[in-house]
C-alpha cells in the first residue's frame, strides 16, 4: 500500500506503469521542499523492488531495508551524501564525482533486487559538467536501472536532461486531507492538526516535519516576526533587510525563497480578511496582527503587493541581481493609509 497523502495521480500512473511493465528509467519529480518527492521517490523504490503481493506492501525484507536506508540497490544522492557534515556545509553543488560513482554502480546488475534506483536529491544543484555527464546515462540507459531526481524547479536544470526525464508534478493537498491525516496516522490533537495543515501551504511533508520539530515551528514565528516588522518599518530597515537576504542568494537560494513566501502568505491573509474569507486564512493563529495589518490598507494596494512579490520571485528564478529585485520590492511595500482612505477605495 502506497503510504503517501495526496499525490493520487503520480501513484495512479505508478500503479498503471507496474501493472504494464512500463516503469520509465527516469523521472524528475518536482515541487516545493516538504511536499513529499522524497516520500514519493521511496515509495517507488519499494514498489518496484517489493516482493509482496501488493507493491509497495512496506512488510517484505526489501520494503523495509528501503524504509530503513539499507537495502544496497537504492541509493539517494544529494549535497552531502559522502561528505562529513563540516565537509558540507562549503558545498552547494552535486559533484561530478558524485555522478562517476553513479555510472560506475549503474552498469552493475542489481544486487539484492529487482531494481536499482537511485535518487538525485537537490538535482537543480547539479554544474553544467555533472549534468552533462549524468545526461550520457540517461541516454543510454541500462536495463533493470531507475533514476529518479528531485528538483524545486525543472527550470534550474539542462534542458536536455528534463527531456529525458518523465515529469512527475507534485500538487498541493487539499488542507482537510492533511488535517485528516495528522489526526490519523500521526496522533495529532485536532486543534493542532488544523493549524499545521494550514501553514503547510498544501504540503503534507511539511506539516508531517512541524509535527515532529518544534524548532521548525519556532524558525518559522521568528521569520514571520521579522517579516512583520521589516513590512512597518522605515525605508533604510527595508534597504538593510534587502541586502542581508540578497547576500544569501548565491549560496542558499531556498534561503531567500522561503522568506519571499512568508512574506506572499501574509499578505494573501490580508487579502482573505479584506475580502471577508476568514476560513481561508493560512496564518490562523495570528488573525489579530492580520486583522490590524490589514485594516489600514486599501484592497488594491494588498492586491498590487502580492503581484510585486509574485514579480520578484519570477525574476530571481530566471537569475536576476537579487539586490536590485529585492530592493525594488522594499520600495513597493504600500505605506498604511488612514481609515476613510481605506473606507473610500475598498468600496469602488
Not at 523521472?27 to 522524497?38: C, D, E, I, Q, W
Request: net charge negative; charged share 25%.
Amino acid at each position: 500500500m502506497w503510504q503517501v497523502t495526496g499525490q493520487k495521480r503520480a501513484v495512479s500512473l505508478f500503479q498503471r506503469s507496474l501493472e504494464t511493465g512500463g516503469v520509465s528509467h527516469a523521472y524528475l519529480f518536482t515541487g516545493p521542499a516538504h511536499s513529499g518527492k522524497m516520500n514519493l521517490a521511496r515509495e517507488l523504490a519499494k514498489a518496484v523492488n517489493c516482493t509482496g503481493a501488493d507493491a509497495p506492501c512496506g512488510v517484505c525484507d526489501s520494503c523495509r531495508k528501503i524504509d530503513d536506508l539499507k537495502h544496497a540497490d537504492v541509493r539517494i544522492i544529494g549535497l552531502n551524501s559522502n561528505d562529513t557534515a563540516e565537509d558540507a556545509k562549503s558545498k552547494t553543488e552535486i559533484s561530478i564525482d558524485q555522478i562517476r560513482q553513479i555510472q560506475h554502480s549503474a552498469n552493475l546488475p542489481p544486487f539484492e533486487g529487482k531494481y536499482k534506483v537511485f535518487i538525485i536529491e537537490n538535482a537543480e544543484l547539479m554544474s553544467t559538467e555533472p549534468a552533462n555527464s549524468l545526461l550520457k546515462t540517461l541516454e543510454e540507459p541500462e536495463a533493470k536501472v531507475i533514476f529518479i531526481l528531485l528538483a524545486v524547479d525543472a527550470k534550474q536544470l539542462l534542458e536536455t536532461v528534463v527531456s529525458r526525464c518523465q515529469p512527475v508534478e507534485m500538487v498541493p493537498v487539499p488542507f482537510r486531507e492533511i488535517e485528516d491525516a495528522l489526526v490519523s496516522k500521526h496522533g495529532l490533537e485536532p486543534e493542532r492538526a488544523a493549524l499545521l495543515a494550514r501553514l503547510s501551504r498544501g504540503w503534507f511533508g511539511w506539516a508531517v516535519t512541524a509535527a515532529d520539530d518544534a524548532d521548525l515551528m519556532e524558525r518559522r514565528d521568528e521569520m514571520l516576526d521579522r517579516v512583520i516588522e521589516v513590512m512597518e518599518a522605515d525605508c533604510e530597515t527595508r534597504f538593510a533587510w534587502s541586502a542581508q537576504v540578497a547576500g544569501k542568494f548565491a549560496g542558499d537560494r531556498q534561503y531567500v525563497y522561503e522568506r519571499l513566501d512568508l512574506w506572499l502568505d501574509w499578505w494573501r491573509d490580508m487579502l482573505m480578511i479584506k475580502a471577508g474569507l476568514i476560513d481561508n486564512v493560512t496564518n490562523i493563529n495570528r488573525l489579530d496582527e492580520l486583522k490590524e495589518a490589514a485594516e489600514p490598507r486599501t484592497l488594491f494596494q494588498i492586491r498590487q503587493f502580492i503581484s510585486s512579490l509574485q514579480s520578484a520571485e519570477a525574476q530571481l528564478r530566471q537569475n536576476a541581481n537579487p539586490r536590485l529585485v529585492l530592493d525594488v520590492l522594499m520600495l513597493d511595500v504600500p505605506a498604511a493609509v488612514n481609515r476613510k482612505e481605506t473606507a473610500v477605495s475598498d468600496s469602488r
